[in-house]
């Protein structure tokens, strides 16, 4: 079958019956009894089948590992002799095929060392239900006769908590009552140092909703932001998954836990009879809400996998109701979980819409996630935003480490290529060589176009044409190039190809005639560079009056005290924008483009100063291109490193500035998409847009807002501003506020540019 979700987690109930009697418990005291009706321990058989069903599924999925949980009513009644069976043929069926990760699920009441030593020889890693503090225990997990648990759980995990169990320990699981004291029951769970804390929100339906003391919609976020708060004062002592899943999504990262997010569920539940069903809490909705029809002896897992049921839970933003579709925070929440969404028949919606019964419905906690996952985003999300978005040192650092980064994965995969191997020596040599050194390498590490060259060879690479000797040749002009700048006293040998090589940063080196290749010495001088090549006469060159051999890179500045700008017209690797880059420019073309420049620069310094200044701050490179300005866009970011945009050539002086702020805010914005995560790319959303016919993923509306708000206000400063710009930017900015899929430094942004837009109103 194809499109069918793997199941990598199995729940196996290997006893029906439990030594508790909690008055919350979904299995005994909720909607669906079946369990009544089911045999108390799981038999020989039924663990054997599902091991082979198990084997068989992870292997024609190729899944390199499951997760098996062991399950009841309380799986310890089911005995060590059993539970040993279910870890030994577990354990043989998956050996070869996938990593086993075997788990419990307890009370603790009977977890003494002769089940701990089973659970370390196999590695069994154990979670123990326990509501906090003794009085919040007591509240349900009682003994049938009323008595205590409490003492008896706490035992228990003293003992796991101690060698030779400590590595087994897991966690503790807690069920919410709003009745208990938040604190008090977090300072008694960190107490007993759990690797992770769950708390869990009591099942409840819109037939069945949950118990409200105070009457509020938001109880449970209530509870659980004080929860969130002690937390954060105790200086987060253990992890707590509801919230390390928060953080994740609002990041854009995946759901850490099925009870939010809209990652597809990939579990399947055995019950002690061999039954097949659906997630366990759906016994709280009605009386076989998770049945399937489906047992261990007579179906495979793919049947399972493609139950109507299973499948409703897979399909992310488009399985949740109209009104989760709508709500800015549906990525986190997920529309709750799955049982939380059921209602008997159609009622009104919270929105004031009318959703259907069944699973079509928001959860019964939508007010409380919905204030949980904004609770959690205000406390939080100046810290969690991304420092590159406010700090263009940081930027500029995340950004030289990612170009490192990549030419470190480059060379990992550049065996057996002796010029290659020693370049890297020199650059390594290079970056010892003092501060001189390591200044130099940042130089052309920082040139943009080392970024283009490094991602075309990885992907080179990766499709099976590696470009060999080219990779190589580069990098020993990189490294040449390092060497020069830094004045130092290292080899620098290069490969020619075609009888010349460009030297990053400085300029090109004919070396031979066309169509030749070879090598040639390179070394500073107290004047500039020499080469050796074969027997030819040492020549001298550079660094910046050029010759018939040599071409150094041009360069401009704005102004007397400005950073010089490389003109880049020699790197063979500025072919990386929209548009195909200009020849080499003749000196009378290269001082009349400078003149342009000048003119333009001059005039964004009198239209918008703040994005003059911002622009000039990180500009490092500009690349001619061919063709005056097109309609749809000026200035171009293209596939390179940061601190270069590429200018049309041809345009005048206006329409020069435009493309320097355009261009300059195309790039910021990709360099901010590559070191930080401003939105999740595993949604399906599309957002309607006022310049654009269709609607648009998040990321398009984002860049032409980003774009337009800056040319709006240079517009407006030129007497040249469109009717109904500045509204149309405004409903973009609406749209973008209550995009789900922005992170909290994507939100972080959208508000930055709602403050350069209402300065532009001013």
């Not at 938001?218 to 929860?227: E, K, N, P, S």
């Not at 001082?591 to 964004?604: P, T, V």
Request: proline share 6%; aromatic share 6%.
């Amino acid at each position: 079958m194809t499109g069918l979700i793997a199941f990598r987690e199995i729940v196996l109930k290997v006893h029906s019956r439990c030594d508790l009697a909690c008055d919350h418990c979904y299995v005994y005291e909720h909607a669906d009894q079946s369990w009544r009706g089911r045999p108390k321990v799981i038999s020989p058989e039924v663990i054997s089948r599902t091991a082979s069903r198990l084997a068989e599924h992870a292997q024609s999925h190729e899944l390199p590992s499951v997760t098996v949980i062991l399950h009841g009513g309380e799986p310890l009644l089911a005995g060590t002799a059993r539970l040993r069976l279910v870890c030994e043929e577990f354990t043989r069926a998956l050996d070869g095929i996938a990593a086993l990760d075997l788990r419990i699920h307890t009370n603790g009441l009977q977890l003494g060392r002769r089940c701990l030593d089973l659970f370390a020889e196999f590695g069994v890693k154990v979670s123990v239900s326990l509501d906090g503090d003794r009085a919040a225990n007591d509240r349900h997990r009682r003994f049938a006769d009323g008595r205590t648990s409490h003492p008896l759980v706490l035992a228990a995990v003293e003992l796991l908590r101690t060698e030779p169990y400590r590595h087994l320990y897991q966690g503790l699981l807690c069920t919410i009552d709003v009745a208990n004291d938040p604190v008090a029951v977090l300072d008694a769970l960190v107490e007993l140092t759990p690797p992770r804390v769950d708390f869990l929100l009591p099942h409840a339906t819109w037939q069945t909703p949950p118990v409200r003391p105070d009457g509020a919609p938001d109880t449970y976020a209530r509870w659980l932001l004080r929860v969130f708060d002690h937390w954060e004062r105790l200086g987060r002592p253990v992890p707590v998954r509801i919230f390390e899943s928060l953080f994740s999504t609002l990041r854009g990262g995946p759901s850490l836990t099925e009870a939010l997010g809209l990652a597809p569920t990939d579990l399947v539940v055995v019950e002690t009879d061999g039954n097949l069903e659906q997630v366990d809490s759906l016994k709280s909705a009605f009386e076989g809400a998770a049945a399937t029809g489906f047992n261990v002896f007579d179906h495979a897992f793919d049947q399972v996998a493609a139950h109507p049921g299973v499948r409703a839970r897979q399909l992310g933003l488009a399985g949740v109701s109209a009104t989760c579709r709508r709500c800015p925070v549906v990525r986190s929440c997920g529309g709750g979980l799955y049982t939380h969404r059921y209602k008997a028949a159609a009622t009104d919606s919270p929105d004031g819409g009318s959703d259907g019964g069944g699973f079509d419905n928001p959860s019964v906690y939508c007010t409380d996630l919905r204030e949980l996952v904004d609770g959690v985003e205000g406390r939080t999300g100046a810290r969690a935003s991304a420092p590159e978005l406010s700090d263009p040192a940081e930027l500029a650092g995340s950004q030289e480490q990612l170009t490192r980064n990549l030419l470190a994965l480059l060379n990992d995969g550049r065996t057996g290529d002796p010029d290659w191997a020693r370049a890297w020596e020199v650059l390594g040599a290079v970056e010892r060589a003092g501060d001189a050194g390591e200044d130099a390498l940042d130089a052309v590490l920082a040139h943009p176009f080392t970024r283009t060259w490094v991602m075309a060879s990885i992907e080179a690479e990766r499709q099976g044409r590696g470009d060999g000797p080219d990779a190589a040749r580069r990098l020993t002009a990189l490294a040449a190039a390092a060497v020069l700048r830094g004045g130092l006293d290292l080899p620098a040998e290069v490969a020619y190809r075609d009888g010349e090589v460009y030297l990053p940063t400085l300029g090109l080196l004919r070396l031979g005639e066309p169509g030749t290749d070879g090598r040639a010495a390179l070394h500073a001088t107290d004047e500039g560079y020499a080469v050796r090549e074969g027997g030819r006469p040492e020549h001298r060159f550079g660094p910046a009056a050029g010759d018939a051999r040599w071409q150094p890179v041009r360069t401009w500045s704005p102004g007397p005290d400005e950073a010089p700008v490389a003109l880049e017209d020699l790197d063979p690797h500025r072919n990386c924008f929209a548009r195909p880059p200009r020849l080499r420019l003749g000196a009378g073309e290269a001082e009349e483009w400078r003149e342009r420049l000048r003119a333009a620069w001059a005039l964004l310094y009198e239209a918008v100063p703040e994005s003059a200044r911002a622009a000039r701050a990180g500009l490092t490179t500009l690349t001619p291109l061919a063709g005056g300005p097109r309609t749809a866009g000026w200035g171009e970011a293209g596939r390179h490193g940061p601190g270069a945009l590429g200018v049309p050539y041809a345009a005048g002086v206006r329409e020069t500035a435009l493309a320097l702020l355009t261009g300059w805010r195309r790039a910021r914005l990709q360099a901010l998409t590559e070191v930080s995560d401003l939105y999740a790319l595993d949604g399906e959303w599309q957002h309607p847009s006022p310049w654009r016919e269709r609607p648009v993923p998040v990321s398009r509306l984002l860049a032409d807002v980003h774009e337009r708000v800056a040319v709006e206000a240079y517009r407006r400063a030129t007497a040249s501003a469109e009717p109904g710009g500045a509204d149309r930017i405004g409903r973009a900015l609406d749209r973008l506020s209550e995009a789900a899929e922005l992170t909290s430094t994507g939100k972080r942004l959208v508000e930055e540019l709602r403050w350069e837009l209402k300065a532009v109103d001013a």
